[in-house]
C-alpha cells in the first residue's frame, strides 16, 4: 500500500508540473491512463516479466518499508509454486536498518538468497549478506531455506535457474539496467532430448505401447518395399 501510495503521489506530482509547463489536460490524461510499470516507464518499480514458465518481478527497494510493501503485495498473487527473494541493503545503512530490512521479508518466501549492491560503500564485501542472514535466522526462518550468494549476477542467475514452472522470483535488485536484461535474456532450462520418446529409434513394441496398441508384436525382421501404393515396410519372406 505504501507503495501504491508513492507511485501515486509520483504521478500527482508529474501531472501537477506539467499542468505548470503548459502541457494539454488532454495529453496529461493521455500519459496517466497509458502510464504502467514496465521497465520502459518505470524501471525498478514493480517491473513483471511473464515470459519464463514462472513469474518474475523486479523492484529497488533497499529500506525495510520497501520491503515489507512488496512482501505483502506478492503475499496476494496467486502462486502455484514457491516464492523465492533476491534481497540486498545499501552498505551505508546501520546493521538495525538491515535486520529490520531482513525482518520484513522474512516469512513471505520459502527461498531467500543474501546478496550485496555492487558499491558496498565502506563494509566488506560479505558484512551485508551476513547480517541479513542473521536478521532471516532471529526472525524464525529456517537456514536450509537461505543461501548467501554476495555478487549480485550470480545470486539472480540462481534464482533463475532454480525456480520451476508456477514459481514466483523477486528480485531486489541494485544494478537496474543490467539486473533486467539478466531477467529477461535468461534461457530457462528445458527438458533434455533424452527425456524424451525417440520415436525414431525405439524398438517397435515400444512405439505401439505409445501409440495405445498394447498387443503389438515387434516382428523379426523388417525390409523397406516399394511399389505403386509408395514406400513402406514388411516382414522380410523367408528364403
Known amino acids: 500500500e505504501g507503495r501504491a501510495l508513492h507511485n501515486v503521489q509520483n504521478a500527482m506530482f508529474a501531472a501537477a508540473l506539467a499542468w505548470g509547463l503548459k502541457i494539454s489536460r488532454e495529453n496529461i490524461e493521455h500519459g496517466l491512463r497509458t502510464f504502467t510499470t514496465s521497465f520502459f516507464q518505470a524501471p525498478g518499480r514493480l517491473n513483471v516479466f ?18 515489507s510493501a512488496m512482501a505483502n503485495l506478492t503475499d496476494q498473487l496467486n502462486i502455484a509454486g514457491k516464492r523465492i527473494v533476491v534481497m540486498a541493503a545499501p552498505g551505508d545503512r546501520r546493521d538495525e536498518d538491515i535486520l529490520e530490512l531482513a525482518q520484513a521479508a522474512a516469512g513471505h518466501y520459502d527461498t531467500y538468497i543474501c546478496k550485496r549492491d555492487d558499491h558496498t560503500r565502506g563494509r566488506r564485501g560479505d558484512e551485508v549478506p551476513a547480517l541479513l542472514h542473521k536478521g532471516l535466522i532471529e526472525s524464525g526462518v529456517d537456514a536450509a531455506r537461505i543461501e548467501v550468494i554476495e555478487d549480485e549476477q550470480e545470486a539472480i542467475t540462481s534464482a533463475l535457474k532454480r525456480a520451476r514452472p508456477g514459481d514466483l522470483v523477486v528480485v531486489f535488485a541494485d544494478n537496474i539496467p543490467r539486473s533486467w536484461k539478466q531477467i529477461i535474456y535468461f534461457k530457462p532450462e528445458i527438458q533434455a532430448a533424452s527425456e524424451k520418446p525417440n520415436l525414431t529409434s525405439a524398438p517397435a513394441a515400444a512405439i505401439g505401447s505409445l501409440m495405445g496398441f498394447e498387443d503389438y508384436s515387434e516382428p523379426q525382421s523388417m525390409e523397406i518395399r516399394q511399389d505403386e501404393r509408395g514406400v513402406y515396410l514388411a516382414p522380410e519372406e523367408a528364403d
Open 50 to 67: 511473464d515470459e519464463h514458465p514462472f513469474k518474475v518481478i523486479m523492484d529497488y527497494a533497499h529500506n525495510a518499508h520497501g520491503v
